[in-house]
């Protein structure tokens, strides 16, 4: 796996989230293991992968919101 590691402080700073909030609310509910973050070496260490971070930031909340797909490939937001 290759990509940029970043502590729970850096994530914060590039997200403006508290790293509390990412590491109580956001991990294991968003962010998964094995995708968006990493234990080196099976320690209580977290790593973030950011690319996968910022490939998944807005799936959420684009799955939440109304869409309507239409003909021409768009979506109408409804």
Same mark, same amino acid.
């Given at each position: 796996?290759?990509?940029?590691y970043?502590t729970t402080?850096?994530?914060?700073?590039?997200i %403006?989230?508290d790293?509390?909030?990412?590491?109580e609310r956001? %991990?294991?509910? $968003?962010?998964?293991?094995? /995708?968006?973050? /990493?234990?080196p070496?099976?320690?209580? %260490? /977290?790593?973030f992968v950011?690319?996968? $971070?910022?490939?998944? /930031?807005?799936?959420?909340?684009m799955?939440n919101?109304?869409?309507?797909?239409?003909?021409?490939?768009? $979506?109408?937001h409804?």
């Amino acid at each position: 796996m290759q990509g940029t590691y970043l502590t729970t402080e850096e994530l914060s700073a590039r997200i %403006k989230y508290d790293a509390r909030t990412i590491r109580e609310r956001l %991990k294991d509910s $968003v962010l998964l293991e094995g /995708i968006h973050y /990493i234990r080196p070496f099976g320690g209580r %260490k /977290i790593l973030f992968v950011w690319e996968a $971070v910022e490939r998944d /930031i807005g799936k959420s909340s684009m799955a939440n919101s109304l869409t309507i797909p239409m003909a021409n490939g768009s $979506v109408c937001h409804g």
